[in-house]
């Protein structure tokens, strides 16, 4: 049999440790409420990520900055035990290695604070110097995400400009879209619902991930119209899609599933049925093996199916990488992809 070639996954994010804290109640403003107990763990959208796509099978890079702490040591050691390549992972003198702290209600919603930390010392330059020792190819998809300095992102699109390497950003936490001036390749957009509206002004999440992918009309300020997403006023997002600067949008919706724009289609892409504990890096899960399914040449659609069934299974056990799926533990992906 012939083997098909794949691609690499290449990570620029963030790296840290989490702590967490499982609540009766997520506190109000100005409440105390007392923790059951406490637990520590290894985090940031960048490492959860990665572990994620090494796990689903992809050969996968990291490119971040740690502390030169003990927490900057015991996560390079996760990273590696999980097959991560941490060679692109540099060390600050100074600044302690990022730390979240994460709190879960009974129902497994949370809220999170994160201190960056090392995350926040990353530098363009010091992308453009990995990118360019990794000669990303044709097949490898270069994964990025809001945790690192706009700047990174922005060497990132400098980058792969002009190469054929897929490009997806996670727009987590949410803030403006990649800038990639007005000849620039834009990436595959992955966002939840609650960041889609945040980025679209949109008033419903169709109408949100077609603004993303370019093919949708921005609300203006006047309520008649405005930006379609890819910077113009006019309303061609279609054209710009055509002219490969957009790549795209998947929206995630927890429960219900997600939504990929892409080609001038929409569609719904259901997710199984699963008791939830903790709903804390299960986004990142779902990137992580959406960009490993895309590196092996997986369509759009297919991959994103396969996530949203990586992102359910993540959800079932404590913590960022509580329940870190393999290709085996999916099984089929759940039935009813709509077009809408």
Known sequence: MKLLPVGRVVVIGSVNTDRILRCPVLPAPGETVLAADATRGFGGKGANQAVAAARMGAATHLVAKVGGDADGRAALADLQGAEVETGAVLTHPDAPTGEAIVMVDPGGENSIVVVPGANAHLTAAEVTAALAALRPRPLDVVLTSGEVPAECIRATAAALAGTDTRWVHNAAPAGALPDTGPAGRRPLIVANAVEARQLTGAPTVEEAARILAGTGHRPGRDG???????????????????????????????????LVAADGRLTRLPAPAVRVVDTTGAG???????????ARGTALPEAAAAAVAAGAFAVTALGARGALPRPADLGPTAPGATDL
Do not use: Q
């Open 224 to 258: 008649r119209g405005g930006t379609d997403g890819t910077g113009s006023t006019d309303g061609t997002g279609s054209a710009a899609a055509r002219s490969g600067r957009v790549a795209g949008a998947v929206l995630t919706l927890g429960a219900d599933g997600a």
């Open 284 to 294: 990142d899960v779902f990137c992580g093996a959406l960009a490993a399914g895309l």
